[in-house]
């Protein structure tokens, strides 16, 4: 080999590619790791949403191995955890409880320090991939497959092969680690008030394999499908589809979609069992109607309450909230809104109760029934048109 053929191989590997077809090619690669997380790693191993065929699981722990150098167990265990210990001092990444730039700068560093954590291992990792292949070569040789890597994208495409292979190592430790560890639990829009602080970032999946939609998910954590509104899409869902239909993939649970019975006039324990199925379907209307009514009564609370827009505009947003997530300055002056307006006093009280429909574990299906044919009777007679509205919505639910 002369030096001149080094130096051309050096320069341009063995593909001789342009700049253009480089950058496609590392979009193309690091996607494909991107929908390895979210298929294999997140919505199969972690949540057990769906179940793969051994062909698309074993390609994507291979390529998982070669791009990331992640072990299927650790990276699940992890992810459980955060899940049942979301936004306490146990999460392995809350930005709540360690800080936005901590998250976002050294999420990679926290999924590290936690993998060292045997106790996690032993109580989430459970029914991860537990073979020959995963003792001895995965699990085993982690920097040996993201090198193989390195050695492949020289080869491909010479020195500039070092460049491709640094934004593949990084993809997910931005992503995934930093992305939607910390901004998907701290900046974004939600379409339900779950019991953490997940957030949607953004409400097209694409870039991070629909991961973006993240309080959907944190909503309903065993779906297949991240998207939930009808302006929401999710790619590693498109994906999944595709699986399924080609026989390498059965999906095993989906978020509940609500149905409705427009012609009932009172509601009944098929009612009952749908509104407490569809629970957060539920809070999220009753968050619009919120909304319809704040906008029946601003001109009032602004004209002739003479409230301050600040308090107005904070007041709005905690009126937004689970009621049992207020603190008692919160509570405050809320009560101090309330003096000036009936209406909203109502729908927060009958928010609250509508709650503790599906929160009474000790009341029978009969008691229960009563309570919610009874708030649907107090609601239409309210006078509050939101509220009323709401009420006929609520008793349709089949």
């Keep these: 080999m002369t030096v001149d053929s080094i130096l051309d191989f050096l320069s341009n590997g063995l593909l001789h590619a342009t700049g253009w077809q480089i ?3 590392t979009l193309i690669m690091t996607h494909i790791t991107i929908a390895g997380v979210t298929i294999y790693l997140h919505r199969c191993q972690a949540h057990r949403a769906l179940d793969l065929h051994a062909i698309p699981s074993h390609f994507f722990r291979l390529w998982l191995w070669m791009t990331t150098g992640m072990v299927t167990k650790e990276w699940a265990a992890i992810h459980r ?16 409880v360690r800080g936005i730039k901590k998250v976002l ?28 292949i995963e003792h001895n070569i995965y699990s085993k040789f982690g920097w040996q497959g993201v090198g193989l890597m390195l050695i492949i994208n020289v080869m491909l495409f010479g020195v500039i092969g070092l460049t491709v292979w640094a934004v593949q190592m990084l993809w997910i430790p ?13 900046w974004g829009y939600r379409n339900y008030d779950c019991n953490d602080a ?52 059965k999906v095993k649970k989906v978020a509940p979609a609500p149905k409705f019975d427009r012609q009932k006039l009172v509601a009944d324990f098929d009612t009952l069992q749908s509104v407490i199925a569809n629970r957060y379907d539920v809070m999220s209307k009753y968050a619009k ?18 409230l301050e827009s600040r308090f107005l505009k904070s007041s709005k947003k905690l009126l937004q909230r689970e009621p049992a997530k207020l603190e008692d300055g919160q509570k405050q002056q809320l009560s101090e809104l309330f003096t000036h307006s009936k209406a909203l006093q109502t729908m927060h009280e ?49």
Aim: some cysteine.
């Design 23 to 25: 950058f496609f090619y």
């Design 81 to 96: 955890k955060h899940h049942a210990k979301c936004e306490t001092e146990e999460d392995p990444h809350s930005p709540q």
């Design 105 to 132: 700068l050294e999420g990679a560093e926290l999924y590290r320090a936690e993998s060292r954590n045997a106790e996690t291992m032993e109580k989430y990792g459970h029914g991860t991939p537990d073979d020959w």
């Design 174 to 186: 931005i992503t995934a680690a930093g992305i939607i560890n910390g901004i998907g639990h701290f």
């Design 198 to 249: 997940a957030t949607n970032v953004f409400p097209w999946g694409i870039i991070i394999g629909g991961e973006e939609l993240h309080n959907n998910h944190h909503t309903f954590g065993t779906s297949a499908k991240l998207s939930s509104k009808w302006y929401e899409f999710d790619i590693g869902w498109m994906y999944i589809r595709i699986l399924e239909m080609m026989g390498l993939a």
């Design 289 to 306: 109607s919120l909304k319809r009514a704040w906008a029946d009564e601003l001109e009032h609370l602004a004209e002739k309450a003479k």
């Design 350 to 398: 009958m928010r609250v109760e509508l709650g503790l429909i599906w929160g009474r574990s000790n009341s029978t299906r009969e008691q229960l029934l009563h309570q919610l044919q009874d708030w649907c009777v107090r609601a239409e007679a309210s006078g509050i048109h939101a509220l009323r509205d709401f009420a006929q919505r609520l008793r349709s639910y089949a």
